[in-house]
């Protein structure tokens, strides 16, 4: 029996047993089930936050983490984190971030301690997720950041110091400026699939389809590097979908020979070359044109 007629048949099941009492003296919309009692949503909702809301009042050691450590976790993440076999790294990797395989660890690449103690806690070790008491997951907490070089060997995480332990990489986490769409779902006289065409966000199939992805920037005027960091680089740093190179200079030379205002104008309104289409103002449409101009001012500048 497939999936679909076996949860069809469950459905109906619900249905006639529940029609049976009497639906109507039922709570909720379908009539059947009951609303989770606070102490039920309690043993679910047991996430941490990075301020620390979610937090139990307890403390773990370093010192203690590292008994517990050996026993619970060494065997699959090793004894100073290097993982076993295949299972994952725990601490290193800092710098590697940029690399082909970045090696991606709490140290290096986690944003937030809460993260830590609330993984620990919900899933591990492995074979007995939630079996750790409260000061055992703040002991084993301090023990992974003293693997990673972030606290000293007497350190003993609390309750009440848990902010003061910032992981190195927060810095490289930025908020995504695009807005929400809040798109509704078509439910009637839809378009049919055949003639959507989908548009990668980074790479323009054709100019003319471009102004489709506009999104909402602020329209402030920046320092040109930064909106090219921010609108221009995703294209312009790997030389995607055609998009001359920062630093190929013969590339660049050759566009700047046209002048200027030429090359800006293109900024701005976007155009079809000979090696693919730049979309008005990178994409970013609400981008100013003086924005635009700085950043083109950045680029041709770095090319020099
Ligand atoms: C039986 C092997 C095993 C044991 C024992 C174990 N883990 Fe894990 N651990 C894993 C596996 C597998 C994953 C990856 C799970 C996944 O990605 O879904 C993991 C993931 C993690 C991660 C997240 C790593 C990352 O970068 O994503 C942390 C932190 C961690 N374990 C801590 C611990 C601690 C602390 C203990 C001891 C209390 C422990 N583990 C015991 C197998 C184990
Ligand atoms: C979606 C990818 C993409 C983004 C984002 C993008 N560009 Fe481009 N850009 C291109 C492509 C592709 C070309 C080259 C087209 C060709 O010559 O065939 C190009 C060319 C250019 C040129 C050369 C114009 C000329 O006269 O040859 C300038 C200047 C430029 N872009 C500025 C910018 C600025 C400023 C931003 C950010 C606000 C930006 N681009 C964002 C894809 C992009």
Redesign the pocket.
């Known amino acids: 029996m497939s999936s679909f007629h076996r949860w069809a048949g469950f459905l109906l099941l619900v249905f006639f047993s529940t029609g049976a009492v009497g639906a109507e003296d039922r709570t909720g919309y379908y009539g059947y089930g009951s609303p989770a009692t606070k102490a039920e949503i309690a043993g679910w909702d047991i996430d941490i936050r990075p301020d620390g809301t979610g937090l139990p009042a307890g403390s773990g050691s370093v010192e203690d983490g590292e008994m ?2 050996e026993e ?2 060494a ?3 090793g004894s100073f984190g290097e993982g076993v076999g295949r ?2 790294i ?1 601490a290193g990797g800092e710098g590697t971030l940029t690399d082909a395989r970045p090696t ?3 140290g290096s690449f986690w944003a937030h301690t809460s993260t ?1 103690w609330d ?2 806690r919900r ?5 007995m997720p939630e079996s ?1 008491g409260d000061d055992e997951v703040y002991a ?1 907490t301090a023990y ?1 950041l003293y693997l990673n070089d972030l606290v000293e060997e007497e350190f003993v995480l609390s309750y009440t110091n848990f902010t003061s332990v910032e992981l190195p990489n927060i810095g490289n986490f930025i908020p995504d400026p695009r807005p929400d769409t809040h798109n509704t779902r078509c439910m009637e006289k839809c378009k049919d699939p055949g003639d959507i065409a989908i548009i990668s966000s980074v790479l323009p199939a054709k100019a003319s389809l471009v102004n489709k992805w506009q999104l909402e920037v602020p329209a402030e005027v920046l320092p040109g590097q930064v909106i090219y960091n921010q609108y221009c680089s995703i294209c312009h740093k790997s030389g995607l979908g055609g998009a001359p190179i920062l630093g190929d200079s013969k590339d660049w030379k050759n566009r700047a020979a046209a002048g200027m205002p030429h090359m800006k104008q293109r900024a701005r309104n976007g155009f079809a070359g000979e090696k693919g289409a730049m979309p008005p103002k990178g994409g970013f449409i609400n981008l100013s044109d003086e924005a635009v101009d700085e950043a083109v001012d950045f680029m041709v500048g770095a090319n020099q």
């Open positions: 517990l450590y619970k976790c065997e699959c993440h299972f994952p725990l991606k660890t709490v830590l993984y620990i899933t591990m070790p492995f074979m750790l084993l992974v």
